[in-house]
């Protein structure tokens, strides 16, 4: 009984200490085996203004001019690219979020809103443009890999679409400028699917281009890797373990995809002289690349 009265009178005095430091205004020692949760870290939201236009610009030797059209409503093919480019500035200067539900598109201006369709389903979603391209294969737009999940062509090397510029509620653009996805649109009708198929442009036949209108066939077997031609000097833009995300970059930003031992790399070239290579340069830095090195073409 002694021993239990010491132990409350211990405790009384405890909770006298801790009553009168909150008195005192200052807030009671955190116990020992506390720990301290780190801050939670919520995604920035980017402004959708100012819009930028742009002025032209020149890659591979093609110059593209922005320009600000409402009324924009076109039909082509949209591949997509990914975690290879994660991290890396848009053309708008934002950060490119793999799952984020953006696009790039050549010419409408940065951001904008625009409605794609898949014309082989009908199934339309609200993207938001932050970034240039495509420049190779002659592609309409080039989805996020989020995006390109939500439409349902992920697995697709080309899928015809169309594309739409819109003006969405704010509710709308600010799911999208926080990294989430807007309600999907009302499904285009057969009706509606079946004219816009016919406008479709003649498809790049690639291994990765889809017949247009009718049921996509198997795969076709890769191609070869190209052949390496030694001499010169190239712009090197990265190197991939995974030939996938070496020709998705490539395909993107108008460079070529060359196997180089255990890796695939993306370059630019090759050019004849140093000065030339500077092309590459300023390719590779217009697809979201600054300062990309000018190496022997030779080396490895």
Known sequence: ?????????????????????????????????????????RTPLVADEPVIVGASYTIGGVTY?????????????????GEEVEGNKTANGEAFMPMAITAAHKTLPLPSCVEVTALDTGKTILVRLN????????????????????????????APVRVRRVNPPEQDRALLR??????????????????????LPAPI?????????????????RPSPPTTIRGGYVVQVGAFASRDRAEALAKRIGATAVESGNLWRVR?????????AQAGVRAAAAGGFENAPIIANDAR
């Open 1 to 41: 009984m002694r021993s239990s009265n010491r132990i409350g009178g211990q405790c009384l005095a405890a909770g006298a200490l801790l009553l009168l430091a909150a008195c005192a205004g200052e807030p009671p020692a955190a116990p020992p085996n506390t720990l301290a949760r780190p801050p939670v870290q």
């Open 65 to 81: 001019t922005p320009e600000d059209e409402p009324q924009y409503d076109a039909v082509g093919y949209a591949g997509w690219y």
């Open 131 to 158: 970034d240039r391209g495509p420049f190779a294969n002659d592609r309409l737009i080039d989805l996020s890999r989020g995006a390109a999940e939500q439409l349902g062509i992920l697995g697709e090397g080309a």
């Open 178 to 199: 926080a990294h989430q996805r807007a309600a999907e649109r009302l499904e285009t009708p057969a009706s509606l699917l079946t004219p816009l198929r016919a406008k």
């Open 205 to 221: 036949l690639t291994a990765s281009a889809p017949e247009a209108a009718t049921p996509r066939p198997a795969p076709s077997p």
């Open 268 to 276: 630019f070239g090759p050019y004849s002289t140093r000065t030339a």
